[in-house]
């Protein structure tokens, strides 16, 4: 069963600051891996899709890594600004099915 | 393009009694797939279907049924509700089965009493 771990659970920091949000899984044999914002009772947003296939993707001051070989995934965040602040997801596509097996989060607060 | 929505936002509920949510997904996606939100165990994987048929179920009791129309629009449907269904589902869209980006829609609250 595919197990993701997102580390840390919560994280403040000041504005202006980069930060690295991380991702693990169990099984190596992804199909894709996605990360998403959730702001609070709020649905999902897609940030950034990483096929298996692919080392890294990059919207604007976000980019996120993959290494398939070691389990980990990193969401680099540039330059932070008060409206990140939300909780980031990581989830992975295994092989063999077409859901997404989610981390817990990261809960990001950025103070002005 | 309109996003994933889902009716209705809201929902309060007792013990016992069914509920029926529903999403229509972005114009042109084929797959649409569900899951539950709570805070303990976070979001989980309900069942995901593409062209009608339900490709792939999460470990939840059977209780939970769903089902997609020939538009794509889906529903799912709680029947016998319990406290512990209480909770955002959440439904999501894409053009074809684990692929692509999943589009998500604000949810739908439901709370049982």
């Known amino acids: 069963k595919q197990e993701v771990t997102q580390i840390p659970a919560a994280l403040s920091v000041p504005e202006g600051e980069n930060l690295v949000l991380n991702c693990s899984f169990t099984d190596s044999a992804i199909y894709n891996l996605q990360w998403f914002r959730q702001d609070p009772g709020k649905g999902l947003t897609s940030l950034l899709l990483?096929?298996?296939?692919?080392r890294e993707q990059t919207s604007g001051r976000l980019n996120a890594s993959l290494d398939k070989s070691s389990g980990r995934s990193t969401l680099y965040i540039a330059a932070s600004q008060p409206g990140d602040s939300a909780t980031y997801l990581c989830?992975?596509?295994?092989?063999?099915?077409?859901?997404?097996?989610f981390g817990k989060g990261t809960s990001l607060l950025v103070t002005p | 393009k309109a996003g994933v929505t889902q009716t209705p936002r809201y929902l309060i509920k007792t013990r016992g009694q069914q509920v029926t949510l529903s999403c229509s997904p972005i114009s042109g996606h084929r797959s649409v797939s569900w899951y539950q939100q709570t805070p303990g165990q976070g979001l989980q994987f309900l069942f995901e279907?593409?062209?009608?048929?339900?490709?792939n179920k999460g470990n939840f009791p059977g209780r939970f049924s769903g089902r997609q129309f020939s538009n794509s629009r889906s529903e799912m449907n709680v029947s016998t509700l319990e406290l512990g269904d209480s909770a955002l589902y959440l439904c999501?869209?894409?053009?074809?089965?684990?692929?692509?980006?999943?589009?998500f829609g604000p949810g739908t609250r439901l709370t049982v009493l």
């Open positions: 989830a992975v596509i295994i092989n063999s099915g077409y859901a997404l097996n």
């Open positions: 990483i096929q298996s296939s692919q």
């Open positions: 279907y593409f062209s009608e048929t339900q490709r």
């Open positions: 999501a869209s894409s053009q074809s089965p684990g692929a692509d980006t999943q589009y």
